[in-house]
């Protein structure tokens, strides 16, 4: 009987030191375990190629901009400067479990597969956007034609 109070007594004792150490399961996000998955990700490269995908776009809209000002502004483009942006919105949506989660996922093969497709999945994506947009564009505008 004694030996079983003193086993249930350790065991009580030793709960808040076992709490203590282990992470909670709503432990904020660290920028730490934010900047792994990003780096895990590719997330500031995927950014300036988004960008780089964009920029016929934005010299069709500025054509009297000259072509030296589009590479002044490529080279100023700093894929670090977008990452460090976005850790504190990770920190504001995700808890550091969630990140850690994602971490190991990125970290398998179908994961690393992801990162090394979704520029294209991307860029696939915005153009399938942008056809999709046009085609109800054009039949909002045929039916707006009708009704007058």
């Not at 009987?1 to 150490?21: H, K, Q, W």
């Not at 900047?35 to 780089?52: F, S």
């Not at 942008?130 to 009708?146: F, K, N, P, Y």
Request: aromatic residues 6%.
């Amino acid at each position: 009987m004694n030996r079983l109070f003193a086993l249930l007594m350790l065991g009580c004792l030793s709960l808040p030191v076992n709490t203590a150490l282990a992470a909670p399961a709503t432990a904020p996000a660290t920028s730490k375990s934010i900047l792994e998955l990003m780096t895990l990700t590719g997330a500031g490269n995927l950014g300036v190629q988004v960008l780089q995908s964009l920029l016929p776009s934005l010299k069709a809209s500025a054509p009297d901009v000259p072509p030296e000002f589009w590479d002044d502004f490529m080279k100023e483009v700093d894929p670090n400067e977008l990452v460090n942006l976005t850790v504190p919105i990770y920190m504001r949506h995700f808890i550091e479990n969630e990140i850690q989660e994602m971490i190991r996922f990125y970290k398998t093969p179908t994961g690393q597969k992801l990162v090394q497709k979704q520029p294209q999945v991307m860029q696939e994506s915005m153009q399938a956007g942008q056809l999709w947009a046009q085609g109800l564009a054009q039949r909002v505008l045929e039916r707006s034609m009708q009704s007058r």
